[in-house]
């Protein structure tokens, strides 16, 4: 599907829902009304410095020693090229928002300018899939009863739940998100919803207009839904996968079949650039306490540095594609992402990272073809294999020590994000499992 704008014509836009998502992955919107559509397309809409990156998950403003939140605002500009329909017979659509300083230049703390920013800064053009795990309830937010009751990708749960799945599958049509595939996943209550891949951006852009139907389609059948990474403790977790491949001059470079690993050599530097800095910037990739509740070993959810072809035990696994097809669908599958992170800036750290990997030559790892948890000490420091940290705590003192990461997002950005997910670390840490998914459930 080419990456051209829908077509909504403004004049039928009874409001519009404009939106970002802010350092705690939360999506904020302001709604225009109809008369104001025009002007909000080309001035945008106000919006508080701390409501534009400095709200935590519990909404409590942090600050930093740059930025107060009690002085200044930005405008939201919503970006016209991504306007879609919500409901076109209601005339109600959506578009992204970046933020701009009241000079008129993006602010250094807008997070979907950096990653198109950091996407434009390549010699490469890549493309970003996105895969969505969430978890259907029945009942009240009180009372919540799982959706289904499995068995796993069965048959069963979707013919119970189809008339959802297919106005779902209708909805994100109109709205001219392209879908791969829908599924009931393996846990009680668990959706997955694959999108095509697009262009960096575009591609966020998809995800975050995704979960806006998902949530919109489900109340209108009664349901809630979570995309919160462990929305019941005990339970499989929610992912949120990125898919990632570049080309050059035309060319997946994910794709050689005359080499060992599959990749071409700038693919492997690639991974090795992704690799080496995936534990510094963990927190990018989901950064709430409860994905630290999925990151752990036989859980699918990659709890170790390294990669693999087809390894679902390993952070980042090597998808060389169907026979005859790998040129078109070669990519790695970043499998420790989840739905609490801002995707704008997952995505902008792997990509910086896959390019910094070119630039310095990273050369690739070694391969691992086994689980890591279960390979012995000895085995995992021969292949350079690194445990993820356990807790937020110890990933944001990985993070906040990174050069890498406060150049590439600039000091501002970097800092913001740091403290919101402070804010996360210090009103959870104390807390069970039970205690945190419970408050954070219908956050996300």
């Not at 829902?17 to 225009?32: E, F, T, W």
């Not at 909404?59 to 930005?74: E, K, R, V, W």
């Not at 390294?306 to 790695?332: K, L, T």
Request: with cysteine.
């Amino acid at each position: 599907m080419p990456d051209a704008p829908q077509n909504v014509d403004i004049r039928d836009i009874r409001a519009l829902m404009i939106s970002h998502i802010d350092n705690a992955g939360i999506s904020r919107l302001k709604v225009i009304p109809q008369d104001r559509v025009p002007s909000a397309l080309t001035k945008g809409s106000t919006i508080s410095l701390s409501v534009g990156m400095l709200l935590a998950v519990d909404d409590f403003a942090t600050s930093t020693t740059a930025i107060d939140p009690t002085i200044g605002d930005l405008r939201g500009i919503p970006d016209s090229s991504a306007l879609a329909w919500i409901d076109e017979e209601l005339g109600l659509a959506w578009a992204p928002s970046d933020l701009f300083a009241l000079d008129g230049m993006p602010h250094p703390t807008c997070q979907r300018s950096a990653l198109n920013r950091i996407a434009n800064d390549s010699d490469y053009e890549f493309l970003v899939g996105m895969e969505l795990e969430f978890t259907l309830f029945r009942g009240t937010k009180d009372a919540p009863e799982l959706a289904h009751s499995g068995p796993g990708y069965g048959t069963l749960p979707f013919l119970e739940l189809e008339a959802w799945h297919l106005e779902l599958l209708d909805a994100l049509r109109v709205a001219g998100v392209p879908v791969e595939q829908l599924h009931p996943e393996y846990e009680s209550g668990q959706i997955e919803l694959s999108l095509a891949p697009r262009a960096p951006v575009r591609a966020v852009d998809d995800y975050v207009l995704a979960r806006m139907i998902v949530t919109r389609v489900a109340l209108r059948h009664g349901f809630l839904v979570s995309f919160a990474p462990v929305a019941v403790l005990g339970g499989v977790s929610n992912g949120c996968h990125i898919h990632l491949s570049a080309s050059a001059s035309g060319s997946n470079i994910f794709f050689d079949p005359e080499r060992e690993s599959g990749m071409a050599e700038d693919a492997e530097h690639m991974v090795g650039g992704i690799v080496s800095n995936l534990v510094d910037g963990l927190v990018l990739l989901g950064g709430s306490t409860l994905s630290f509740e999925r990151l752990k070993p036989h859980h699918w959810a990659g709890a170790y540095a390294c990669w693999g072809p087809s390894n679902r035990e390993a952070a980042v696994r090597y998808m060389g594609g169907f026979a005859g097809y790998g040129a078109e669908q070669s990519n790695i599958e970043v499998k420790c992402a989840d739905p609490a992170a801002n995707h704008y800036l997952a995505v902008a750290a792997l990509i910086g990272a896959a390019t910094e990997g070119v630039r310095r030559r990273t050369p690739l790892p070694p391969a691992v073809r086994a689980d890591p948890a279960e390979l012995s000490d000895a085995e995992r420091t021969r292949l350079g294999v690194e445990r993820f940290p356990t807790d937020l705590g110890n990933a944001l003192e990985r993070y906040s020590a990174s050069t890498f990461f406060r150049d590439l997002l600039g000091p501002e950005l970097f800092d913001s994000y740091r403290v919101v997910r402070a804010r996360d670390w210090e009103v959870h840490r104390d807390l069970d499992g039970d205690d945190v998914a419970a408050r954070v459930r219908w956050r996300y």
